[in-house]
């Protein structure tokens, strides 16, 4: 990022009557869930892709490509080195393709590194990455737009789509983020998912992706998918193999029990939500706009819950590799992103994408003490111990947060949370406390901020 003149502490903080010394106490928030999840997820991504009939019908050497996307899902590492495993077991030639879009700053040695970041490696797979951005296009859209896909699947014999299934961050509709994306989207390389999402925003999103993945079933050798839904504590509850004829019919129902899963904060009316980090891997627009409560994404309404008035971003992670995506959706953030922003690779991702709110600037801080006080001064409290804000690392871990005092009394009587003891918010030159979500005896530390 180019040189930014970022206002001192002093000079901003000057500008609110607010003080430190104000805000209010807060404690660790813990919401206890007990879900549903699988025991063994390789024993389970055998028996997925025994369910694959198409796979059954290649013939010894026959090479599969098998899809990899940029999120950060727990146990995908593990379902694709299964995956690449038993096929191999079976005399097959499996090779895994990269698939997600623009995403890595729509580079092949930028996928390459996304996904190295994410623990899926040749070494660790035992079997070629193919990082080529090139495509062919394979067909048309209702719109006369064209439909690309890889060539590096296409070259291949058979393609296995693997992914999770989840509630999109942009649209909602019976096809949102899973098989049918990844296939379009993913296998579409850079060129592929622009035009879908070009044509997303001249009309339906989820009806675009499902028309353009009825192309790709088509004209594609893809012989089914590896469905994975996640619990609220992102492990994998369900691993289920799909043939290609049946993946429109079933991933709406996997979609609706994605939907159950899903965390979610338990409060659901902050003045301040702080955001330890956003990322990539994390979400597609660096925060899961369903936690935050945010899409500013164009046709699409705004939800009515939660309602957050404030969001402060701290940092990028760093497999983001400093695309920091979805800073459009913070309205605070701290100058560390600022300094870490690949602006280039993030605007890359917004052209493919189409929506440029998610990558306006937000107000700048030089630490957190500043985003807090000035937060006293933009959400209408009445006086700055009032200010209803909770802190958690990033929107996949929703469960674990540190809140002020008037959140704590309101969580106190949720039944699924436990409240720790108030205390002062610990804070060293202007910077929260590192390890807020440990309690007492679990860390060398016992602050909490």
């Known amino acids: 990022m180019t040189a930014f003149d970022v206002p001192s502490a002093e000079a ?8 430190l010394e104000e805000l209010p106490r807060v404690a660790l928030a813990r919401r206890h869930r007990d879900p549903e999840s699988v025991d063994d997820v390789v024993a389970a991504t055998r028996a997925a892709i025994d369910e694959i009939a198409g796979l059954e019908d290649l013939e010894s050497g026959s090479s599969v490509a098998i899809t990899a996307g940029s999120r950060g899902i727990h146990d995908m590492p593990a379902v694709l080195e299964t995956a690449v495993s ?21 580079t092949p040695e930028g996928q390459r590194e996304t996904l190295a970041a994410l623990g899926i490696t040749e070494s660790a797979l035992g079997c070629a990455i193919r990082t080529s951005m090139a495509v062919d296009r394979v067909g048309s859209d209702g719109l006369e737009r064209p439909v690309y896909a890889a060539e590096d699947a296409i070259d291949a014999d058979a393609i296995l789509l693997a992914n999770r299934v989840k509630p999109h961050t942009d649209f909602t509709g019976p096809v949102e983020s899973g098989l049918c994306k990844m296939a379009v989207v993913g296998l579409g390389k850079h060129r592929g998912a622009e035009s879908l999402h070009n044509a997303g925003l001249a009309g339906d999103f989820s009806a675009v992706v499902r028309e353009r993945a009825e192309v790709l079933f088509e004209e594609l050798p893809i012989v089914g998918g590896l469905a994975l839904v996640e619990n609220a504590r992102d492990r994998a509850a369900h691993v289920e193999g799909i043939d290609a004829d049946r993946i429109l019919e079933r991933e709406p129902e996997l979609l609706e029990r994605a939907r159950e899963t899903l965390p979610t904060l338990p409060v659901d009316d902050l003045d301040l939500l702080v955001l330890d980090e956003l990322g990539k891997e994390i979400s597609g627009t660096g925060m899961d706009t369903n936690v935050v409560g945010r899409v500013r994404f164009h046709g699409e309404d705004e939800p009515d819950r939660p309602a957050i008035t404030r969001i402060y971003a701290r940092s990028i ?13 913070a309205d605070f953030v701290h100058r560390d992103v600022l300094e870490e922003l690949a602006v280039e ?9 189409g929506e440029t709110n998610r990558a306006k600037l937000p107000f700048v801080v030089p630490d957190d003490v500043t985003a807090l006080l000035l937060s006293c001064s933009t959400t209408g409290v009445a006086e700055p111990g009032d200010l209803r804000f909770a802190r958690i690392r990033n ?14 009394r309101e969580l106190r009587d949720h039944p699924d949370v436990t409240v720790g003891d108030l205390r002062p ?8 406390s ?16």
């Open 12 to 19: 901003l903080q000057g500008a609110t009557d607010a003080t």
């Open 434 to 449: 590192e390890e807020p979500y440990a309690v007492d005896g679990e860390s060398d530390r016992d602050d909490t901020g």
């Open 86 to 106: 038993t096929l191999q077991n079976r005399g097959l030639e499996p090779f895994v393709v990269a698939a997600m879009g623009s995403h890595g700053g729509a």
């Open 425 to 432: 918010l610990a804070v060293t030159d202007g910077r929260l």
């Open 395 to 408: 929107t996949m871990h929703p469960d674990e947060l540190v809140v002020s005092e008037p959140v704590a």
């Open 345 to 353: 690779d993030m605007y890359v991702n917004i052209v493919t994408s």
């Open 317 to 329: 992670t760093p497999a983001s590799h400093g695309n920091g995506l979805g800073i459009g959706l």
